[in-house]
């Protein structure tokens, strides 16, 4: 059932990337899920299901709410980008290729003549490769054509989707706590609270970067005058999703753009895109991944190395949460082989130290203070 299952999710792998998203989605809004519940009024147990529906429908409105007010805003902004530069795409097209002819006019007056014929026996070796490549990728669009009315179809039903998946979270647990043996039903529960308290922590924190990211790039791409600067903001924030390298698939665009736009702009864009991954490495990441996670950068750098080389730009994404939950369960399995009860076992997890370092750190003035009143 295993393989079936894994076999089937590979052949209709596309048309889950919708539901992926959204559970991101979902597990970013767990949390103020539970916190709308005080608000609510209903108190009885077997209202759960009425009081939980009741707070999502609350963050579906405030978030579409909040989408029509940034639409209205940045809509005519990106219209008005996109329309300026592709009404300037012929004169940059015409600027790239006298540039380009000025460069192969100076190559070839500069660089000897054995020099030139072994490079260009190189050129088309490339130039034979990339046609292959080409020829691979469309035949790789062909079959992602055939099954896009299966992605269309999850992207259409992801909002009710997820509505279920916030409303009845708890109640799933639940049922897969009940449903394993009543031997090892504690462990089972520890086990699903440490694994989705690390995802829920790993997801809010990637969030946010992309979020804090993303405004700072476009803010100063839009200072600066760059063209798409709004388009440049969202992809950086996109890629900031992406441990480690995600900064420079970010960079890429920005400079690739005011390259061909406005030359003069480069060295000023590069220095954007440098101080706002010196400021992410050197403060947004320790301070908010560092107590996600706990992970030392060279580990997170082999994690990535094997994650990409084994499942590509999917295992670049989950490679980290992932090492980190396995990590989590490692030292929970060696707590309890220790002889420590399931409790006692998830009080000593990463998860359960930071909280309770947090929690010290905020009540520390408190007690300093009722020690000096005392």
Do not use: C
Request: proline letters at 6%; aromatic letters at 8%.
């Amino acid at each position: 059932m295993t393989a079936f299952v894994v076999l089937l999710a590979y052949q209709t792998f596309a048309s889950l990337i919708p539901f992926a998203v959204g559970a991101i989605i979902a597990y970013a809004m767990a949390p103020l899920v539970d916190r709308l519940l005080f608000l609510i009024p209903i108190r009885q147990p077997n209202h759960e299901p009425w009081r939980r529906g009741i707070a999502v429908l609350i963050i579906y409105v405030t978030f579409i709410a909040v989408i029509v007010g940034v639409g209205f805003a940045l809509v005519p902004v990106a219209v008005e980008q996109i329309a300026h530069f592709v009404e300037e795409l012929p004169a940059l097209v015409d600027s790239a290729r006298e540039q380009m002819m000025g460069i192969l006019q100076e190559y070839q007056r500069r660089t000897p003549p054995e020099v030139q014929e072994r490079l260009n026996s190189l050129v088309q070796q490339g130039t034979s490769s990339f046609v292959e490549i080409v020829g691979y990728a469309v035949q790789g669009t062909v079959t992602t054509v055939t099954s896009t009315l299966g992605v269309v179809l999850g992207i259409a039903v992801v909002p009710f989707w997820m509505f279920y998946v916030m409303r009845d979270r708890h109640s799933v647990g639940r049922s897969t706590v009940h449903a394993a043996p009543a031997e090892i039903r504690e462990d089972v529960a520890m086990v699903l609270a440490l694994s989705d308290g690390l995802l829920s922590r790993y997801i809010r924190s990637q969030l946010l970067l992309g979020l804090v990211v993303g405004v700072a790039v476009g803010l100063m791409m839009a200072l600066l005058g760059v063209e798409l600067s709004l388009g440049l903001g969202v992809w950086a924030g996109i890629t900031e999703m992406i441990p480690i390298i995600g900064p420079w698939l970010g960079a890429i665009p920005g400079l690739v753009i005011v390259a061909a736009t406005n030359p003069e702009l480069l060295p000023w864009v590069a220095l954007v895109y440098f101080m706002v991954q010196q400021l992410e490495n050197n403060f947004l990441v320790p301070r908010i991944q560092g107590e996600a996670l706990d992970m030392h950068p060279a580990i997170v750098i082999l994690v990535l190395v094997i994650g990409g080389a084994a499942w590509g730009f999917v295992g670049l994404v989950v490679a980290v949460p992932g090492w980190a939950i396995l990590r989590e369960l490692f030292w929970y399995a060696d707590r309890r082989l220790r002889g420590q009860t399931p409790e006692e076992a998830f009080a000593g997890s990463h998860l359960n130290a930071t909280k309770r370092a947090r929690e010290t750190t905020e009540t520390a003035p408190i007690e300093a203070a009722r020690e000096r009143a005392g």
